[in-house]
């Protein structure tokens, strides 16, 4: 069954550019967004200069291996501050978020989301988009201001310094 708002996040181990990680030791006490396919995102710098440092941190599931010249992470266009989840375990880790039980059916498209992670390892929310290239990772984490304070202000303030 698929994860929804207000679930606790599974945790999990992984090997991840800053080397292994068990999920939810690995937040700490910060915000976490997991990025089921971040190549969908154009290149740009991920917007979190204007949250505190350890506010927030990035997980991306990469489809694609990172030495690609093509992959957006591996190219410098990331903020450096995402941690990639190298491709031969981030199958399974959007296996286990998406709710997979490993019955055969004909899903027409994969679904491609990010899951947005309170401190209290909750699910807050997840946003599901159609495969493609070109979604913009400034408003996910404007997004991520109304989770944190509350307020729909908290979004257009965060949205503005991802486009400053």
């Known amino acids: 069954m698929p994860l929804f708002s207000g679930q606790r996040a599974p945790d999990f181990e992984a090997t991840t550019t800053a080397g292994r990680i068990g999920f939810h030791d690995w937040l700490g006490p910060a915000w976490g967004v997991l990025v089921t396919h971040p190549e969908d995102f154009r290149p740009t710098v991920t917007p979190l ?14 489809s694609t291996p990172i030495s690609e010249h093509v992959h957006p992470i591996a190219a410098g266009q990331f903020h450096t501050g995402a941690t990639v989840c190298l491709p031969d375990e981030a199958q399974a880790i959007r296996a286990l978020y998406a709710g997979d039980t490993g019955d055969e059916w004909d899903a027409p498209v994969e679904e491609h989301a990010v899951f ?9 929310s997840r946003v599901s988009y159609p495969p493609s290239t070109g979604q913009d990772l400034g408003e996910i984490i404007g ?4 989770f944190r304070t509350g307020t729909v202000s908290a979004m257009r303030n965060d949205a503005r310094m991802a486009a400053a």
């Open 49 to 62: 200069a204007g949250l505190p440092d350890g506010a927030v941190k990035l997980l991306f599931l990469s």
């Open 116 to 124: 947005f992670i309170a401190p209290d390892r909750t699910v807050r």
């Open 143 to 146: 997004l991520l201001g109304v």
